[in-house]
């Protein structure tokens, strides 16, 4: 048996676009988008890219970004521009801290916002909790407790899903896992079939093939773990 031993596949913006109108026939045979289908095409492919924030956590979309808390600071933006100049987290599922040289990474709690706003304001010492919120291309992490002097030579270490990347140029490749890009391209399908006049009946059937599609990427993008059950003691 001869394989190709290759195990990367990408696909650029245009390419991707091109595959979509094949989907929905209004491209003959060895025809090309034109401008104005390019153009459209990649309006709809960055809109679709946005709404798949809704997924959820994939574990490809995971990163880690470390700070230094500084005295008598609880609050800090993250974002581009901001104190923690990277993109901004959608969500923050884990958090942990280092005290100093000491390699042992110490668990933070991380807090819905509704409970940090019922918190006493603190003095200063170490944090043990952390609250996020986002908001419009930024966020913002809060500390408790805040840090004084002593907590300065801590490093806090979040767990974060990052936003997707979208398409700038028409060579650019989609920043998603190859088994996503059967999902995307029938999704952008069906976002462009009425532009183009596709009968409902058809665009029912792409909406079937899109959705069928996506779960299947979605099942390889969950981390694996263990559940753990145990029965609840009551007093009798």
Same mark, same amino acid.
């Given at each position: 048996?001869?394989? !190709?031993?290759?195990?990367?596949?990408?696909?650029?913006?245009? %390419?991707?676009?091109?595959?979509?109108?094949?989907?929905?026939?209004?491209?003959?045979?060895?025809?090309?988008? @034109?401008?104005?289908?390019?153009?459209?095409?990649?309006? *709809?492919?960055?809109?679709?890219?946005?709404?798949?924030?809704?997924?959820?956590?994939?574990?490809?979309?995971?990163?880690?970004?470390?700070?230094?808390?500084?005295?008598?600071?609880?609050?800090?933006?993250?974002?581009?521009?901001?104190?923690?100049?990277?993109?901004?987290?959608?969500?923050?599922?884990?958090?942990?801290?280092?005290?100093? !040289?000491?390699?042992?990474?110490? =668990?933070?709690?991380?807090?819905?916002?509704? =409970?940090?706003? +019922?918190?006493?304001? !603190?003095?200063?010492?170490?944090?043990?909790?952390?609250?996020?919120?986002?908001?419009? &291309?930024?966020?913002?992490?809060?500390?408790?407790?805040?840090?004084?002097?002593?907590?300065?030579?801590?490093?806090?270490?979040?767990?974060?899903? @990052?936003?997707?990347?979208?398409? =700038? *140029?028409?060579?650019?490749?989609?920043?998603?896992?190859?088994?996503?890009?059967?999902?995307?391209?029938?999704?952008? *399908?069906? #976002?462009?079939?009425? %532009?183009?006049?596709?009968?409902?009946?058809?665009?029912?059937? +792409?909406?079937?093939?899109?959705? %069928?599609?996506?779960?299947? *990427?979605? %099942?390889?993008?969950?981390?694996?773990?263990? #559940?753990?059950?145990?029965?609840?003691?009551? &007093?009798?």
């Amino acid at each position: 048996m001869t394989t !190709s031993g290759n195990t990367i596949y990408q696909l650029t913006r245009d %390419e991707l676009i091109t595959a979509a109108l094949r989907k929905l026939g209004v491209l003959a045979e060895g025809q090309t988008p @034109s401008a104005q289908n390019l153009s459209d095409g990649a309006q *709809a492919v960055n809109v679709l890219i946005a709404a798949l924030r809704s997924i959820g956590m994939p574990l490809w979309a995971r990163k880690t970004y470390s700070f230094n808390p500084v005295a008598n600071t609880g609050s800090y933006d993250i974002g581009i521009g901001k104190t923690f100049n990277t993109a901004y987290p959608l969500h923050i599922m884990q958090a942990y801290r280092q005290d100093g !040289s000491n390699t042992t990474k110490i =668990n933070m709690e991380v807090i819905p916002n509704f =409970n940090y706003n +019922l918190y006493p304001t !603190s003095s200063g010492g170490t944090p043990i909790q952390l609250s996020y919120q986002p908001f419009i &291309n930024y966020g913002t992490i809060r500390l408790w407790p805040i840090p004084d002097s002593s907590a300065t030579s801590s490093t806090i270490t979040i767990v974060y899903q @990052s936003p997707f990347e979208y398409f =700038n *140029a028409a060579t650019d490749t989609l920043a998603f896992p190859e088994e996503w890009y059967l999902a995307i391209i029938y999704k952008l *399908a069906t #976002l462009l079939a009425p %532009e183009w006049g596709i009968p409902l009946a058809d665009r029912q059937d +792409l909406k079937k093939d899109a959705a %069928e599609y996506i779960e299947m *990427a979605k %099942e390889v993008g969950y981390e694996d773990g263990s #559940l753990f059950v145990q029965p609840n003691k009551r &007093n009798r």
